[in-house]
């Protein structure tokens, strides 16, 4: 069982930057996979960054690549998405999720999830 909690969301200016954390508990963390995805009002959920359970492979969608780095660290059971050159349609709640499915950005490969973090992008 793992409990996935975010933080670092907030309001930032478009083409500011963000860091959301993922904090998990549970001495398995180590072994998942971890993605994060984003909702926005109105609109499905959608896949985002995602990195193995050693953080020796990562997968982007187009919108994040360029822009977003996800990374990890075992020891602090913690995940990372850097967030740079904000746009307003990056605006959503941004959700982690563990898996052990891989890097994947199928959400059904996602067994446990966070309670997400709204990160808002003014123009």
């Known amino acids: 069982q793992v409990q996935l909690v975010e933080s670092g969301g907030g309001l930032v200016q478009a083409g500011g930057s963000l860091r959301l954390s993922c904090a998990a508990s549970g001495r398995e963390f180590r072994f998942y996979a971890m993605g994060w995805f984003r909702q926005a009002p109105g609109k499905e959920r959608e896949f985002v960054a995602a990195?193995?359970?050693?953080?020796?492979?990562?997968n982007y969608a187009d919108s994040a690549k360029g822009r977003f780095t996800i990374s990890r660290d075992n020891a602090k059971n913690t995940v990372y998405l850097q967030m740079n050159s904000l746009k307003p349609e990056d605006t959503a709640v941004y959700y982690c999720?563990?898996?052990?499915?891989?890097?994947?950005?199928?959400?059904?490969?996602?067994?446990?999830w966070g309670q997400g973090t709204q990160v808002t992008v003014s123009s």
């Open positions: 990195i193995s359970w050693s953080g020796g492979s990562t």
């Open positions: 999720a563990a898996g052990d499915s891989g890097p994947s950005p199928k959400q059904h490969d996602y067994d446990y």
